[in-house]
């Protein structure tokens, strides 16, 4: 584990960062190799002042030479894959607040770390279903995502089709799953459990980012933050409840759960009745990115300042949450 007060992905720093000294970062996992640098990097304050742990899983975008060379048309690909630039905003709002930060350098093309690492359409891949050595069990079923092309592997996008020139091999899927996946969810699991350890709860805010959406019948606007909740299993309603208060009352036009509930994240990493709370939260790109939602805009500072300000509400709920359990436990 190395040592800085940078994150390593390309455009994703914490710069002249004034706490220097007083901050921790961890990388882990591979892209590829040694030349492409971790899969992830965490970065916090040695003594975290609210427990919250910011998770980005699909901005990254350090892509090998090989991956970009088997996409049909890789700019297309990259601009509808990722979720671009949202670690920025993670990285601001983590330098205000003190929150945890855990990026993800490895981009969703190669691998989405919020799918199951069996979410795998295997039409797409020249191989064997089924490893005979293998760390845990491999099923062979294809869910809905995958089979729409938005499975652990994405194979398709809609209105253009396949995405890669190829079927990936076996091998690579597997190295990928390896040295990718395990060592992301592993570290996420037990940073959460040690921010709950030391507060008695956490939170996992997993921020995304989606292209805009249409206004529906009722809405007055079409929302530009989706918060998730696994329709109210991944967190305490408290929390989206403040959440919602919070952004409204800034002026965002916020929907619960529609049309983004959250995912695998979500679901593997959330447990509340453990003291473990997690919200997927979607920040529509047309928000801080420009016209063509390509590169930042002026925008993106201000709104990362706001969002600062929820992450320290959510903060204070969550050690509220944490409190409150504690005197629970005493009382018993």
Aim: proline share 6%; charged share 25%; hydrophobic share 35%.
């Amino acid at each position: 584990m190395s040592k800085s007060n940078r994150l390593s992905s390309r455009g994703t720093s914490f710069g002249d960062d004034p706490r220097q000294g007083l901050m921790s970062s961890r990388s882990g996992g591979a892209v590829q190799d040694e030349l492409h640098g971790p899969a992830f990097t965490h970065v916090s304050p040695h003594s975290m002042p609210l427990p919250v742990l910011i998770a980005v899983p699909h901005a990254g975008r350090v892509y090998p030479a090989e991956t970009l060379a088997q996409m049909r048309d890789s700019e297309l690909s990259q601009l509808r894959l990722e979720d671009r630039y949202v670690d920025l905003l993670g990285v601001e709002i983590a330098k205000a607040t003190g929150a945890g930060l855990l990026v993800a350098h490895a981009p969703r093309a190669m691998l989405d770390l919020n799918r199951a690492h069996d979410d795998v359409d295997w039409e797409m891949i020249d191989g064997p279903a089924r490893r005979s050595t293998k760390p845990e069990p491999v099923l062979t079923g294809t869910n809905r995502r995958a089979r729409s092309g938005l499975g652990l592997v994405p194979r398709r996008l809609p209105g253009f089709g396949e995405i890669w020139r190829q079927r990936l091999t076996r091998d690579e899927l597997d190295r990928r799953i390896d040295s990718i996946h395990r060592p992301y969810h592993a570290f996420l699991a037990r940073e959460l459990e040690r921010i709950r350890d030391e507060w008695g709860a956490a939170l996992l805010i997993d921020l995304h980012s989606m292209p805009p959406l249409r206004r529906q019948s009722g809405q007055d606007h079409a929302p530009q933050i989706v918060l998730g909740d696994r329709f109210g299993s991944s967190c305490h309603h408290s929390l989206i409840t403040r959440a919602c208060r919070f952004l409204e009352g800034n002026g965002k036009a916020v929907a619960h759960n529609r049309p983004y509930s959250g995912g695998y994240v979500l679901d593997r990493h959330a447990s509340p009745v453990r003291g473990i709370h997690a919200a997927q939260v979607e920040m529509c790109r047309s928000t801080y990115l420009d016209d063509r939602l390509s590169e930042p805009s002026d925008a993106l500072r201000p709104l990362a300042n706001m969002l600062a300000g929820l992450v320290r509400e959510l903060g204070a709920e969550t050690a509220h949450l944490a409190a409150g359990g504690r005197m629970a436990q005493a009382a018993e």
